[in-house]
């Protein structure tokens, strides 16, 4: 298995707060991605990231920012947590962007009450 | 926008049978396509990717793809139990920086 370790793997938190997740990588490869699973809309890009401190919006990136200061961390920030943002949150990584071979980590559960 | 259709399912299939798992594609210029699968409560993982019309096989998975009618599909012979699983169609552009997937198709093998 790819080296992803994802945290927290669950959280609960309340309307308005902010909230980081985490994706660490031990793989050392150039791409990490964002995605986030929900019922009927399948998995969709947030934010993605070709290297350190280059990254990019994804389809539904509004109310997402993310931060690369490191080739294997990839953190994922909610500035302000929403109902809506209650979802599965999946990282990804990928040592060349043209294969589109995705390797992903569990996946973080986070419920925004 | 780029759309990625893929039938919610459940499809259900006996033991033995062959599974066929279908997906249709909005955008013309999509170049690669990926099939993904995805057990309940775990993360995807790739299974096969195709870049040319016609068939590619790999043991007892066959992708099949027709860019002129924008459609590719999964076949899975002799099905196992252990296929039950959420199939999830993507499809690149160019750099497949932004891969997108469809909603995944639920397949349940019977014993």
Request: proline share 4%.
């Amino acid at each position: 298995d790819a080296g992803i370790t994802q945290s927290p793997r669950h959280k609960v938190t309340e309307t308005g707060t902010p909230v980081t997740l985490r994706c660490h990588q031990t793989e050392n490869h150039r791409y990490m991605y964002w995605y986030r699973q929900d019922p009927g809309h399948g998995l969709r890009l947030i934010h993605y990231s070709y290297g350190v401190k280059d990254t990019d919006k994804g389809e539904v990136s509004d109310g997402y920012s993310v931060s690369r200061s490191k080739t294997e961390d990839f953190l994922l920030t909610l500035e302000s947590a929403t109902s809506s943002q209650t979802s599965v949150y999946f990282c990804a990584i990928s040592e060349d962007a043209n294969t589109g071979e995705l390797f992903f980590g569990e996946g973080s559960r986070l419920t925004v009450l | 926008q780029k759309e990625v259709e893929q039938n919610s399912g459940p499809l259900s299939v006996p033991e033995g049978a062959i599974a066929s798992l279908n997906c249709t594609y909005s955008d013309r210029g999509s170049q690669s396509f990926f099939w993904y699968r995805q057990y309940s409560g775990k993360s995807p993982e790739l299974i096969m990717f195709i870049y040319s019309n016609g068939d590619k096989e790999d043991g007892r998975f066959t992708a099949q793809l027709n860019k002129a009618s924008q459609y590719v599909s999964l076949l899975i012979r002799d099905s196992q139990p252990s296929d039950s699983a959420t199939y999830l169609c993507a499809v690149g552009v160019g750099s497949n920086y932004k891969l997108t997937f469809g909603k995944g198709t639920l397949l349940t093998v019977n014993p």
